[in-house]
């Protein structure tokens, strides 16, 4: 009887302690079957949140991209860390800020001996299969030398602007992917599809040229004149087109089986003006218009549908959350990696609130001329500020201009469309103030320089694009 007492003691103390054990470890975002999961990252160039219907827009010009929003998490506040192509994507997969990596600019890649592991190098030592289909000339292999981390990487760009096979419309990467996702041989698999199509020069899709009401109220935009809204006309057109393909991609993962043990996440490198502000285009101002994107994440095993973060994010947080919710921490003490981001993972999956801290933006100068490679070993490293710095921290948002001299504040509850700054000049006691941190944070982040192989052609193209002056 004794020894019955003594085991059912035992018994009852290791439950107990199980339990506890339970609660102190924090549940893995690894799916129920241990089976890692895959990941689909569609990028869409140029796209702004606030012309997504899902993102409270007039019209109904992404009804593929709500559904997904619905069917997972919204960020309805995140920002990129750069507006152009080539260093935004080389952010969001090194969670490092453009001065950190090297890439400030389009048309270059990471140094050589970088020392910042990207996602994909990330998931591949963890036996993902990566593939890659972009859309422009700002991410080719010979500019970026992405192509080195994937397994494919599909770059055939066939559409012709100013003389230069330069992009490639969506109707032309989708069935590449489609193929490809037929054809995969294995899971589990990193799959990145880039979408050029929202970028100028706009073209006007037919099909989506007339949009319906979505239900949310306009915004009326002071001073938009005729031909600023025929241009937003003809970009809400493409955003409609491409969220048709991207439909299409969502439904092969369907058709395959794929649906809930791949982690989607939609976002864009940047955003663009439209007009405001007497600007077309982006590269070289900060307003939220351009910094401001979409990031939307699906995952049906872990992630819960529906769910709205307001919490601001980076774009330098995707990799954190996606090495989160891929691999096992057990797995990743062995090889441990920096982030300047933070996993947004805990927040999506159990709740936990999002800690505020500033959302940092640079913009650097386009080259003004070209200069062959062979020249590379008279350059030296000389620490540069940006064109423009941004800093957004609670409702007050400041833009410094060093060149000019100038810093312009906002508080973005009452002056959502950046209308109204207050200019402050280098005499300005405030000024200073406000510069000098901005400076030491540039400074202390200023790391790398860039390894550039811009050819002549190379020079032309990104000319032709808006990117070289």
């Not at 959502?416 to 030491?440: I, M, N």
């Not at 190379?458 to 990117?467: F, I, M, Q």
């Amino acid at each position: 009887m004794r020894k019955l007492t003594i085991f059912s003691f035992l018994i009852i103390l290791l439950t107990i302690l199980g339990i506890a054990s339970s609660r102190e470890t924090k549940p893995q975002v690894q799916s129920h079957d241990d089976e890692r999961p895959n990941l689909l990252l569609i990028t869409v160039d140029t796209l702004r949140s606030d012309h997504l219907s899902s993102y409270g827009y007039h019209l109904k010009t992404s009804p593929r991209i709500d559904q997904l929003a619905a069917e997972g998490v919204r960020f309805h506040n995140a920002y990129t860390t750069i507006p152009m192509t080539g260093p935004s994507h080389l952010s969001l997969f090194t969670s490092r800020y453009p001065q950190e990596h090297g890439a400030r600019i389009n048309g270059v890649a990471l140094p050589k001996d970088s020392k910042w592991l990207a996602l994909p190098q990330i998931l591949r030592r963890f036996g993902y299969q990566n593939a890659a289909f972009i859309s422009a000339w700002t991410l080719n292999s010979r500019l970026t030398r992405m192509d080195r981390w994937f397994d494919v990487y599909d770059e055939e760009l066939t559409r012709t602007y100013q003389l230069f096979n330069s992009s490639r419309y969506a109707e032309d990467v989708t069935p590449r992917v489609l193929r490809w996702l037929d054809g995969k041989k294995q899971d589990p698999f990193f799959l990145w599809v880039h979408y050029f199509d929202p970028h100028s020069p706009y073209h006007l899709r037919e099909e989506f040229a007339s949009l319906e009401k979505s239900g949310h109220p306009k915004e009326e935009v002071p001073d938009l004149d005729a031909e600023t809204q025929e241009r937003i006309r003809k970009y809400d057109s493409e955003i409609g087109y491409t969220d048709k393909h991207i439909g299409q991609v969502l439904d092969k993962l369907e058709q395959k089986g794929l649906r809930n043990n791949t982690i989607v996440v939609l976002t864009a490198d940047h955003g663009e003006s439209l007009g405001e502000h007497g600007y077309v285009g982006h590269g070289r101002h900060l307003y939220d218009d351009i910094v401001r994107v979409p990031l939307i994440v699906r995952y049906p095993r872990g992630v819960p549908a529906g769910k709205v973060i307001h919490e601001r994010v980076s774009l330098l947080d995707v990799t954190p959350s996606v090495v989160d919710m891929t691999v096992p921490v057990e797995e990743r003490r062995s090889q441990p990696f920096s982030f300047a981001g933070r996993s947004f993972a805990a927040a999506m999956m159990e709740g936990e609130s999002i800690p505020d801290r500033p959302m940092r933006y640079v913009a650097f100068a386009g080259k003004k001329g070209f200069a062959p490679s062979w020249l590379s070993w008279m350059w030296v490293h000389e620490s540069k500020l940006p064109l423009r710095i941004g800093l957004t921290q609670g409702p007050q948002k400041t833009i410094w201009s060093p060149g000019q001299q100038s810093l312009s504040a906002f508080n973005t509850d009452k002056d959502p469309f950046e209308l109204h700054p207050t200019v402050l000049g280098s005499g300005d006691a405030q000024y200073k103030r406000e510069t000098a941190a901005l400076r030491r944070w540039f400074e202390s982040t200023d790391l790398e320089e860039s390894d550039a192989k811009l050819s002549s052609r190379d020079a032309e193209v990104l000319k032709s694009l808006g990117y070289i002056q």
